[in-house]
């Protein structure tokens, strides 16, 4: 992939081993789960189609380690979307536009653990 948005591609992306949920900020609703993961954007396994090209407000809980899991708030821009293989999901890709320093600290510590699984 080259172009504007080929950077994004570059960034080490950890796979999600354990369901990790998603929730919308402005719904409070939990949107679906993490396929992969990383500090520029993030691969989610939803239950209904998000607005396609929309921007979100995401949140979630990443388990590092046997302590507290870190939170995660990220400002997310929908890039695209399909339909996966099991009924009524889809797989959708979005790129982060606003993330806080320490959301985005929590982010890097997670991708980087030890025995990590990497797409």
């Given amino acids: ?7 994004y ?4 992306r950890r796979r999600a081993t354990h369901d990790i949920a998603v929730i919308d900020n402005m719904t409070e609703q939990v949107v679906g789960k993490i396929g992969n993961l990383s500090e520029s954007g993030v691969l989610l396994i939803l239950s209904a189609q998000p607005c396609a090209d929309a921007l979100y407000q995401l ?3 990443l388990p590092v380690g ?4 870190l939170e995660v708030e ?7 979307q399909d ?8 797989w959708a890709g979005f790129r982060f536009i ?3 320093a320490n959301s985005l600290e929590h982010i890097r510590q997670w991708v980087d653990q030890p025995g990590s699984d990497y797409v």
């Fill in 83 to 90: 339909d996966a293989a099991a009924p009524g999901q889809v």
């Fill in 66 to 69: 046997g302590g507290r899991p």
């Fill in 9 to 12: 591609r570059r960034a080490k």
């Fill in 1 to 7: 992939m080259t172009g504007p948005h080929s950077e």
């Fill in 74 to 80: 990220v400002g997310a821009h929908e890039l695209w």
């Fill in 98 to 100: 606003d993330v806080a």
């Fill in 59 to 61: 949140r979630f809980d």
